[in-house]
């Protein structure tokens, strides 16, 4: 059945840079949106980024704008978010989603998108 299994999490100091992977299982992503959200604990979910199906615009949060880069493979099985400069205050538990997308029926992503499919959740802590 569809899912989403979320790789690439980890510690890394202040600075450092991260890549998480978020790989499709049982279906393609080519006419999903892509949404990624974080997550601390006792605290309400953040949207990170977005990128689009139909028109491959991205979204990203002021707070990570800049550092943070989402992208996908050619085979559209797997996106990814590349973090960059990290700081202590991106340490949390961070999600991939998938919100059916496509170009003849959808427009840019959302972070108040309808995500149908969701990761498990990977881990990032930030630490010197």
């Known amino acids: 059945q569809a899912q989403l299994v979320e790789s690439g999490g980890g510690l890394v100091q202040p600075g450092g840079s991260l890549r998480l992977s978020c790989a499709a299982s049982g279906f393609s992503l080519r006419f999903y949106n892509i949404g990624w959200f974080r997550q601390a604990p006792g605290k309400e979910r953040e949207g990170v980024s977005c990128s689009s199906s139909s028109d491959g615009s991205t979204y990203y949060a002021d707070s990570v704008k800049g550092r943070f880069t989402v992208s996908r493979d050619n085979a559209d099985t797997a996106a990814y978010l590349q973090m960059n400069s990290l700081k202590v205050g991106d340490a949390d538990v961070y999600y991939c989603?998938?919100?059916?997308?496509?170009?003849?029926?959808?427009?840019?992503?959302?972070?108040?998108?309808?995500?149908?499919?969701w990761g498990q959740g990977t881990q990032v802590t930030v630490s010197s």
């Open positions: 989603a998938a919100d059916w997308g496509p170009p003849w029926d959808s427009g840019p992503c959302t972070m108040g998108g309808r995500y149908d499919y």
